[in-house]
């Protein structure tokens, strides 16, 4: 691995084919396809972690139905880029892109077993002063894919 930082940037729909090879590598996201990519590089949130030409990371988010919110759904390294502190920078630029957009809370879910993406996320909120609060969970969804407990960051601090 390269001592040099990853660039972060918004991704374009050209970066489709990266983001793929990507998502695949990573070994812990689930690959969508090709559209969903396209589609969230139009009216989403896809950052992307780059380094050397190649993509090392990414952070996709997309508008919560109720406007004000944004659902951030995956955040993914390549296995040389875990515990680098990468994902903690992905985040704070995503941070940067909601609070800009206005957005006053960030909706997530992580499955009960993930205790990575659970110990990222306290991380990131108690950085940032803020509360990672457990709100439900997929429930009826489930039914067609795995039991998530859904969380939300309300994007003020938590002494407000």
Do not use: C
């Amino acid at each position: 691995m390269s001592h040099i930082q990853p660039d972060i940037r918004t991704a374009t729909p050209a970066d489709v084919p990266a983001l793929l090879d990507l998502v695949r590598d990573t070994g812990t996201l689930d690959l969508h396809t090709p559209y969903t990519y396209w589609a969230l590089a139009h009216a989403g949130v896809i950052l992307v972690a780059e380094r050397d030409g190649g993509l090392v990371g990414l952070l996709t988010a997309m508008r919560a139905p109720e406007g004000s919110a944004m659902l951030l759904w995956q955040v993914g390294l390549r296995e040389s880029e875990r515990g680098t502190g990468l994902s903690q920078r992905l985040l704070d630029a995503f941070l940067d892109e909601a609070r800009a957009l206005g957005v006053g809370a960030v909706t997530l879910t992580i499955a009960e077993d993930n205790l990575a993406s659970q110990g990222m996320m306290q991380r990131f909120a108690a950085r940032h002063g803020l509360v990672l609060e457990r709100i439900g969970d997929t429930g009826p969804a489930a039914t067609a894919m795995a039991l998530e407990t859904l969380y939300r960051i309300k994007l003020t601090h938590a002494s407000v």
